[in-house]
């Protein structure tokens, strides 16, 4: 997060005027449940230490103008004409959230236009949800700006509109619940169905473990690659089996699954069903044995992304495979798959080795040099000021 300082003052030199505040959403890493979500099952992300801040003043008009650090356009559209066909590009995330807040009951016949200018952290495209840090952020500047009052679990469904009907991206709840639920050293446990979560202390700090990302440089595209593709396959593994959703499943239904289903979709499914257990294991390892004992779910989990729901690319498979042998206690790579970024649970004093290893793997293997930092679970989304 850049400081308060240069973000107001990027602020008032794309508007001329002081903005009225700062607002802050965090990207997340998602420890483990991947593609769980938006087959109502169990996820367990955190909020992250690097974040979107939105700094927000409210106009006389219906006008609404966005500017970001990342770019010289300031995108311009009235509060009148805002519809999911108006506006496109990186726009889409504070104005689709705009009109996501008008479809859960905001009126926005009623509210005055704002000049919002957002400046992040976030790594875009390295599987930590640049996207929802600005959602978020959003979210909570005009709930508000605007006297909305509407709580954190209506934000999250604002976040998620925005992404799906705006943005065009078909994905679920786990990243705007991580950006606005999370908390200091404590990850959220989420039921994609109930939409009930738990923020469930990860004792990180006090085992002496860090999170590692390793963001891989691969680029993902979510509208378009094979996100929509793993997730119709999901679908129709459940319409086959005869549930509503995976979440129906267990581990236990594993066997039918494999005689109803073809080859490949019963993979898919396998994943899906293992994936849930896992993340009901790391919840109770948790509270039995703490976070040194997570090393094995994070690794079975990354087998089961590589093998059976096939998101993997051979730079994630190598960022994991190095970091296990260097010392990590367990590895997996993160978020919707096709690039983005992998996880190491790793002792504080080994990070430098498995850094320098994976340096090292990446130059010798002859893929791009990754990006690598450690993360730390931090708050929620919020105002700063
Ligand atoms: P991620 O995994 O990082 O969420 P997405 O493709 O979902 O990847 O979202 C990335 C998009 O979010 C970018 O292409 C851009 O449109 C938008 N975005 C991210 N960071 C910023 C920023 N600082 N300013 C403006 N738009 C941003
Ligand atoms: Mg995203």
Redesign the pocket.
Known sequence: MSDQQSILSGFRGRFGRDADALWSGPGRVNLIGEHTDYNDGFVFPFAINRR?VVALALRDDRMLRVA????EEIVEISLDDLSPETVS??SA?PLGVAWALGQKGADLAAVAGFDAY???D?P?????????A?ECATAVALDEVWNLGFDKQVLVRVGQLAENKVVG?PTGILDQSASLLGQTDAAVFLDCRSFESEVIPLGFDAAGLELLVIDTKVSHA?ATGGYADRRASCETGARLMGVASLRDLTVADLPRAESVLDEETHRRVRHILTENQRVLDTVRVLREDGPGALGALLDASHASMRDDFEISVAELDLAVETARTAGALGARMT?GGFG?SAIALTPHALIPAVQQAVADAFTAAGFTAPDMFVVRAAAGAGRLS
């Open positions: 979107a970001s650090s990342f770019t590009g990186w995330y957002i400046d992040s976030v875009i495209g390295a599987g930590l949800s640049s996207s929802a600005i991206a979510h978020g983005g």
